[in-house]
């Protein structure tokens, strides 16, 4: 099972919103609102800000956003902060006959 | 407070053996999967396996299986990593992580523990 496809890097100012893909497979992204988003600042553990493609954990706030279309699933990200700086990860549901999840190579956003 | 807390840094040579682990608090122990994702220096995540603690039933990623032994002892609340043989390639952060988000399923992991470092040289 291939990991799957985030884009290396998204930037951008404060205030803004950026979105980042993550393009997977009929297996996975596609068959399943099993989508997840996590966010890890350097040196520290990963974070869910997204469960189940757009829902958000107690505590996240709501400028973060999830979708999917497709095969492929969107984080976005409103009103840009200088905190949420960070690497990003989508994580898949794939399994067919047994647990499985699959993650996403990750996505480094810059706050301009 | 709900956590889960690993153990310390481990420094190894090739072909030893090792053990890590992962002991939960705050919560039955029972109640949720604990998983393990690694991530190699520099690296993206990349989930290994899982256990159900209540019966240590287990599921592997295929990247994995073979390689490392998930294992946990719920009299005493913990879940444990191991490797028979430790290659350079296994030097990496491994993370526990349990999903405990009330009425999503088992891949939101929003419990994490702290991670422990196993370097892996001659």
């Known amino acids: 099972q291939s990991a799957l496809t985030q884009p290396a890097s998204v930037s951008g100012s404060p205030g803004q919103s950026i979105t980042i893909s993550c393009t997977g497979t009929?297996?996975?992204?596609?068959?399943?609102?099993?989508v997840s988003w996590y966010q890890q600042h350097p040196g520290k553990a990963p974070k869910v800000m997204i469960y189940e493609v757009s829902k958000r954990p107690s505590g996240v706030s709501n400028r973060f956003s999830g979708s999917k279309s497709g095969n492929t699933a969107s984080l976005t990200i409103s009103g840009l902060q200088a905190e949420d700086e960070a690497d990003y990860y989508c994580?898949?549901?794939?399994?067919?006959?047994?647990?499985?999840?699959?993650f996403g190579g990750g996505t480094k956003l810059t706050v301009l | 407070e709900v956590q889960l807390v690993q153990s310390g840094a481990e420094v190894k040579k090739p072909g030893e053996s090792l053990r890590i682990s992962c002991k939960g608090s705050g919560y039955r122990f029972t109640s949720y999967w604990i998983n393990w994702v690694c991530q190699m220096p520099g690296k993206g995540l990349e989930w290994m396996g899982r256990i159900d603690p209540s019966d240590s039933y287990t599921n592997y990623s295929p990247s994995f299986q073979g390689h490392v032994t998930i294992s946990a002892d719920k009299s005493i609340g913990t879940a444990h990593l191991q490797w028979s043989s430790l290659k350079a390639s296994d030097t990496a952060m491994y993370y526990c992580?349990?999903?405990?988000?009330?009425?999503?399923?088992?891949?939101?992991?929003?419990?994490w523990g702290q991670g422990t470092m196993v370097t892996v040289s001659s």
């Open positions: 994580c898949s549901y794939a399994g067919s006959r047994t647990f499985y999840v699959v």
């Open positions: 009929s297996s996975d992204v596609g068959s399943y609102n099993l």
């Open positions: 992580a349990s999903s405990s988000i009330p009425a999503a399923g088992d891949d939101a992991f929003d419990i």
